[in-house]
């Protein structure tokens, strides 16, 4: 690791200690790099594990404005922290350079990585991925914003990372070189970070600089790319990409740009939006030896994720979706979207902080497929407003007690809340675990 001798004698300060941030201290220590470890929190998250391996390091925790932020060399800060906090801003002014922890892998990795980005279908595309190369026998490693952070996959000799990467880690990444790299979808999300929808846009696409292949969604132009156009390109859409849908002897199937890869029958999950999914995915991997047996072997005992559109149960006749990692309206309009029949037999439970996002672009997909909206939450006034078949209630066990009320035989329940879940929940997970616990109750 060439690059990391040429930073031990800087003056480093590792800024936020949240899992991200405690892992790149674990990975700087082991490599003998000494840092210092800064935190607005009094008391932050991993200090603990800091006073049991590490007592001697150099640590500030409280108010930036007093930890000289200005006097290093090198900020490796987390994900969480905006660029435009006054202190780490001055200190970016006073020529102090600020990068993330994905930054500082690729700085160390020399080998080919697989780089996903979007709105929605980031968590989904990049386990699909990962499934697909270790069935065709490569040893693969999953991480980034999905849970592991990318430090900690320097550990293992690996023959390619598939990386799921955050517009907030793209902020602070300028070296990284992937063999091919995507962006899913831009819908509406984080305007409570960015000063505007284009400069979230713009962060997004940064993932295309530096990559080898271009992979886009030709049905969603914000994710074509505007630089490093030298660069090959590939796309993926329901009909018009390279990567595509059609049929086949009266069957759906996987089209590449050369034959039919696999009938959609093969992919165990549910939702139209898994077909795209999976098309990004075969555009993705193009660069790799994959032949149609891998595919068709990952996509039979592929069970999708957690809370992204998880079926989690049939009471009478009533099927129960939860989608609690819609946390924007472009996620919810995609499960609407994928759940749709030609009937209006969905029930949307949607509701929490929607973090500035236009909602008024969901009303089409509600008057179109939805039968009723139920919202609670802090926005569940504004979502309510979007249709004359809103329903006001205070939390989840009222939402899913009226749902189950008023469905009919075939309908379907489906949890997609169109926002952050912060301001009643710890994360998604348990506002989603919150879900499937009241379906649970209120159908027994």
Known sequence: MQYINEIKNKQITVLGLG??????????LSQGVPVKVV??????????WLKQHAPNLKTHFGDLADASLSQNDMIIISPGLS????????????????IGDVELFARINTKPVVAVTGSNGKSTVVTLAYQVLQTAGYNVALGGNIGTPVLDLLDTEY??????????????????????????NISEDHLDRYDSYQAYIDSKLSIYNGAQLLVHNADDSQTKPVNNL????????????????????????????????????????????????????MALLSPFNITKAHYKAALNTFNGLAHRCQFVGEYNTVKYFNDSKATNVGATIAAIDSLAGDTQNLIVIAGGDAKGADLDVLTPYLEKHVKALICFGKDAKALVALTAKGH????????????????QPH??????PACASIDMYSNYMQRGDDFVKCVRQVTV
Do not use: W
């Open 392 to 407: 006001l209630t205070q939390n989840m066990y009222e939402a899913v007690n009226l749902a189950s009320a008023i469905s």
């Open 230 to 281: 030298d660069a090959p390109q590939v796309s993926f859409a329901q009909k018009n990409g390279d990567y595509y849908l059609a049929d086949v002897e009266n069957e759906h199937h996987f089209m590449t740009p050369e034959s039919a890869i696999l009938p959609v029958s093969d992919l165990a999950v549910v939702g139209k939006h898994n077909y795209l999914n999976t098309l990004a995915v």
């Open 39 to 48: 935190d607005s929190r009094a008391q932050p998250p991993g200090c603990e």
């Open 83 to 98: 660029l435009t906090i006054p202190s780490i801003a001055t200190a970016i002014a006073d020529g102090v350079e600020v």
């Open 411 to 416: 309908d379907i329940v489906l949890l997609a």
């Open 19 to 28: 899992v991200t941030g405690l892992g790149i201290v674990r990975f700087l």
């Open 159 to 184: 023959d390619v990372y598939v990386l799921e990467l955050s517009s907030f880690q793209l902020d602070t990444t300028t070296s990284l070189t992937p063999i091919s790299a995507t962006v899913l």
